[in-house]
């Protein structure tokens, strides 16, 4: 069930037109969520600034699959904003932009994806947290394959997880969330955790 594999890219943010910031009156994560969602970037190597003003990284990214299938156009990640807070997001691939790295190489080809929805998460342990991080949860990736969701896997989704020294944990208070991606609505959509199973990476 563990696989130990993770993928983290690298990626940089190309300055595109972005949404308008709301109102001073909102919340300030409700303020970099807006300002994320509409943002343009196109995935090229060796960097991971988001957008000029934000204090936001991309800390992993991955392929969205459903049942299996891989949902083709689509990438879903997370950010970490200002001091360490995780954002969950879905973008789509829009197109390709031309983007020269460095040492004088002429311009290539990279794709160019827009971010569509953003879910922010509470700080977790294994992200940037402050200290040993003993007291967060930690956020498990589908991907790694410590977690089953509907008793199989295949589907991408994240879990918000806390081992309390167990081999397994599923729904509450192991597993106390977990959010899955929809592409046809193009929204992070919450996922029952009573229908998630997780393991700890086994360290080999």
Not at 4 to 16: R, S, T
Not at 22 to 46: K, M, Q
Not at 93 to 116: C, D, E, M, W
């Amino acid at each position: 069930m563990v696989n130990a594999k993770y993928i983290l890219w690298a990626l940089l943010y190309v300055a595109l037109p972005a949404c308008s910031p709301p109102d001073n009156s909102r919340a300030e994560t409700t303020a970099v969520a807006s300002r994320l969602i509409g943002h343009e970037y196109a995935v090229v190597p060796f960097s991971d600034t988001v957008a000029e003003g934000l204090a936001c990284k991309f800390a992993a990214t991955d392929d969205v699959w459903k049942a299996g299938v891989e949902m083709s156009g689509w990438t879903r990640g997370l950010l970490l904003c200002g001091e360490s807070v995780p954002y969950l997001f879905l973008a789509k691939n829009i197109g390709v932009t031309q983007f020269a790295v460095s040492g004088g190489h002429p311009p290539q080809p990279y794709p160019r994806n827009k971010i569509l929805a953003v879910q922010k998460l509470p700080k977790v342990s294994n992200y940037g947290a402050d200290g040993d991080g003993s007291g967060l949860l930690e956020l498990v990736d589908s991907f790694a394959g410590q977690c089953d969701l509907h008793g199989g896997g295949g589907s991408s989704f994240v879990a918000l997880v806390r081992w309390n020294g167990k081999a397994t944990v599923q729904g509450p208070p192991g597993v106390e969330a977990a959010w899955g991606f929809d592409v046809e609505a193009a929204r992070i959509v919450p996922l029952n955790p009573q229908q998630v199973a997780c393991e700890p990476m086994l360290m080999e």
